[in-house]
């Protein structure tokens, strides 16, 4: 089984999980700004710059990329992109269908300048003259907020968030954390990237008297804008294309979950089950097509069930069971007792007790409400 989806916390096999080669490793921010170099109302090619990536931090993906693995990036960057080679599309691509770097078509940005700016990926580069550099050149001038998100491929490897980032709302997430040696593939303009920093604006159309909310962290994001932070963890797992190790310890502890409520409502049956057999109950029989005992029994294990306790359960279930018995005994008594004698029964002592008994039936069911 690959590396990547071993569910056993042992360090040994989450050591190096290998990204599956077909499935790039996804990363973006949120709180960094893009601004324009060039006005929107000069000729010629559309200049922009911002930040592509924050290190040392855990991102939606639970992706952490240390400051070595991103300078090692960035150093890695510099011919390809002298070469043209280093470029930004409109969206993700979808890499089983377009390839890891996307079809000419979606292509928007050219990088022409990446560096590393203490913790931070920083870029410069040309708006394509495409249409979809046109659709996110519009969509800057308008002033609304986009983002960058970088395909990467690379190794992983698995460590708990408290051995990585202090601050992670739950320290016993698995996280990934890139190795040195990933490799940039596109840094692309998304609408909803996975990490918690920023936004992207057109500086020419920016509204300095608007006030604008921000947050410094996962945790403020998670305080402050709980739909927006549900959002983004959905469309970041999406955008990962990959079911990441979080998922399956998830999925582990939904099945552990299941397999102990059946054992749970099997011991509250088992309750119910005896306490009606000790109880041994009168029949009531069927009224048309309605079995009222095999009724009444169901009601007793459906409380069992419910209960939030064996203890509370088994109290619940007595007290039903101690309400039938006063319930039938009260109709019993108001219906009477057929005679008891000694010696043989006589013909009409015998058509009387059968008579008492069809109306102690009748009575009951008349009590329950069910004539």
């Not at 509204?207 to 996962?218: A, F, G, H, Q, Y």
């Not at 054992?263 to 109880?279: E, N, P, S, W, Y």
């Amino acid at each position: 089984m690959p590396d990547q989806l071993n569910r056993s916390p042992c360090p040994p096999l989450l050591d190096n999980a290998p990204t599956d080669p077909a499935k790039p490793i996804r990363d973006a921010v949120v709180s960094f700004e893009v601004q324009p170099l060039t006005d929107a109302t000069k000729n010629g090619p559309r200049r922009i710059a911002g930040v592509a990536k924050e290190a040392d931090k855990i991102n939606l993906n639970r992706y952490y990329f240390g400051l070595d693995c991103c300078t090692d990036m960035v150093n890695a960057a510099q011919v390809p992109m002298e070469q043209g080679e280093l470029i930004g599309l409109n969206g993700h691509p979808d890499f089983w269908v377009d390839g890891r770097k996307g079809r000419i078509d979606d292509v928007a940005i050219r990088f022409d300048k990446l560096w590393m700016d203490g913790k931070l990926m920083k870029f410069e580069g040309t708006l394509v003259g495409t249409a979809r550099g046109r659709d996110l050149m519009a969509v800057l001038d308008s002033g609304v907020k986009v983002g960058m998100s970088t395909n990467i491929n690379g190794m992983l490897e698995y460590k708990q968030a408290r051995d990585v980032d202090e601050s992670w709302p739950d320290p016993e997430e698995w996280i990934g954390v890139v190795q040195v040696g990933a490799r940039l593939t596109t840094i692309d303009a998304v609408m909803t990237p996975s990490d918690s920093a920023g936004d992207v604006q057109a500086a020419d159309s920016h509204n300095p008297n608007r006030e604008e909310s921000t947050v410094k962290n996962l945790q403020e994001l998670k305080e402050k804008f709980p739909d927006l932070y549900a959002q983004a963890v959905a469309d970041g797992k999406k955008e990962a294309g990959t079911t990441s190790l979080e998922d399956q310890l998830a999925a582990e502890r939904t099945e552990r979950l299941k397999l102990e409520r059946e054992i749970q409502d099997g011991k509250r049956t088992a309750i119910a089950t005896k306490a009606l057999a000790d109880a041994n109950l009168p029949k009531l029989g069927k009224s048309g097509d309605i079995d009222l005992d095999a009724r009444f029994e169901k009601r007793v294990t459906d409380a069992a069930l419910r209960a939030e306790s064996d203890q509370e359960a088994a109290a619940e279930v007595a007290a039903m069971i101690a309400e039938r018995k006063l319930n039938t005994g009260q109709v019993a008594d108001a219906a009477g007792t057929p005679p008891n004698t000694p010696n043989v029964p006589r013909k009409d002592q015998v058509q009387d007790a059968q008579k008492g008994g069809r109306n102690l039936v009748s009575s009951v069911r008349a009590g329950l409400g069910l004539t």
